[in-house]
């Protein structure tokens, strides 16, 4: 298993991008499945999104944008609240993970994303 660690802004919460290898079958090789890519949360390590869950704005792989978007999931409390933008906070800890716009918002790479279910993260810490 590799892991790698994202921040979410200045406040500390936090994403943690956790890469899980699937296990090899001998005896197919074609039909091996792709690594599960799964965001968790740093502080109580639940997780928040799979890589199936991910929007990719237009220009992420040049850009490398600096949040990620995804789709809308049931854990995002406050969205099933009726707020019409908010902060993303987890579950299971309350730690600040992103923030949602049902209006969209832009992405850091320019794309505008609509509507906008965005999780914070830095560059990859190794």
């Not at 944008?65 to 995002?76: D, G, R």
């Not at 993303?88 to 320019?110: D, P, T």
Request: net charge negative.
């Amino acid at each position: 298993m590799t892991e790698f660690h994202m921040e979410v802004e200045s406040s500390k919460p936090v994403i943690e991008l956790q890469v899980e290898e699937a296990e090899t079958n001998s005896s197919s090789q074609e039909s091996l499945p792709e690594p599960q890519v799964m965001y968790r949360c740093r502080k109580c390590r639940r997780i928040v999104a799979i890589e199936d869950n991910i929007k990719r704005s237009g220009n992420y792989w040049v850009f490398q944008c600096s949040s990620i978007f995804v789709q809308l999931m049931k854990w995002m409390q406050t969205i099933h609240d009726g707020f019409v933008e908010e902060k993303l906070l987890c579950l299971g800890c309350n730690a600040r993970l992103g923030y949602f716009n049902w209006a969209g918002m832009q992405c850091s790479c320019g794309a505008w994303v609509n509507p906008a279910f965005q999780l914070h993260k830095e560059p990859i810490k190794l």
